[in-house]
Structure formats: structure tokens, C-alpha cells
């Protein structure tokens, strides 16, 4: 850990406008909110404020989240292919796609 991130924190307590940061290093955005399913505490992912708009991170592409920023498995350019978020109903067409292309990556190997 760097000592310019602060400290890891849960997802919960994560402030909006925190920078969110790619694998490599290029800032994405800030966070302008969470989204979990509070009746199983589940982190379900986050919004994204960007120059382009509002974008949705699912959960499994956040690999830390600190007091100072939030860094993602994905890079620059996979960033660039992150579905617009439009208010729960997208979230969940979005999920659904995400998964099954990730499906779909492992069975291709």
C-alpha cells in the first residue's frame, strides 16, 4: 500500500467523490455512489461520475478501496467499455451481461 491511499475501508463507509483509479493508474472518474443489497450486505458495485457521463463498476472489477481512492481490475482502455449507468433497472441488464461474458471468457479458453 502506498501511504498517499489512506487506509483500506469497507465499502459502505466509501464517500462519493473519491477518485477511481484503473490497474493502470488513470483516473476514471469519482465515485457518486455505492450500490449494495443491503438485506444480504452484499457489495453489489459503484457509480461512476466521468467526463463521458455516469458509468456502473461491477463489485468483482473494485480489487481496494481506501480513504483516498478506489482502484479497479480493469485498465484505461477496458474502462472505456463500461456500460452507462441508467438507474437500477440498467444496472441489472448490465449485471446480467457482464456475467455472461465472463462466462463466456472462461469457456473459450
Do not use: C
Amino acid at each position: 500500500m502506498s501511504e498517499d491511499e489512506g487506509h483500506q475501508i469497507g465499502y459502505k463507509v466509501l464517500p462519493r467523490g473519491v477518485p477511481v483509479v484503473t490497474s493502470d493508474g488513470e483516473q476514471l472518474g469519482t465515485v457518486h455512489r455505492v450500490l449494495d443489497n443491503a438485506r444480504e450486505h452484499i457489495f453489489d458495485g459503484i457509480i461512476v461520475a466521468t467526463p463521458d457521463g455516469r458509468r456502473f463498476v461491477d463489485a468483482p472489477e473494485v480489487v481496494r478501496i481506501t480513504e483516498k481512492r478506489v482502484t479497479l481490475s480493469i485498465d484505461a482502455e477496458e474502462a472505456k467499455s463500461l456500460p452507462e449507468h441508467r438507474g437500477m433497472r440498467g444496472s441489472l441488464e448490465t449485471r446480467a451481461k457482464r456475467s455472461a461474458q465472463r462466462w463466456k471468457r472462461r469457456f473459450s479458453r
